[in-house]
Nanobody
């Protein structure tokens, strides 16, 4: 199983970025994809998730209303559209997959495979 995250970069406060995560190497119809982030010196935290269950999306309170997660199943890709970025959004962003899951999971330990991080820096 492979996940490849991309799209990070440097953006000014208030700006936008779109992250992508392409996944491959498994055949289950049931899987959840999550986005997590980790800032220097801090623990990895959940950002959002899209579930097998009707493609429902979930967001952490600190990104709700600013970030939007979507999925293109034909391309095996999920996206994280990040708007109104703040300095505190600066972190490495990781995508992860929970194979066989139906409802989104919220903790790091519940995901089976991880992509490499893509760095998002919000600074003027």
């Amino acid at each position: 199983v492979q996940l490849q995250a991309s799209g990070g970069g440097l953006v000014q406060p208030g700006g936008s970025l779109r992250l992508s995560c392409t996944y491959s190497g498994f055949t289950s119809d049931y899987y959840n994809i999550g986005w997590f982030r980790q800032a220097p010196g801090k623990e990895r935290e959940g950002v959002s998730c899209i579930s097998s269950s009707y493609g429902r999306t979930y967001y952490a309170d600190y990104v709700k209303g600013r970030f939007t997660m979507s999925r293109d199943s034909a391309k095996n890709t999920v996206y994280l559209q990040m708007n109104s970025l703040k300095a505190e959004d600066t972190a490495s962003y990781y995508c992860a997959i929970d194979i066989g899951g139906w409802y989104c999971k919220s903790t790091v330990d519940e995901y089976d495979y991880w992509g490499q991080g893509t760095l998002v820096t919000v600074s003027s």
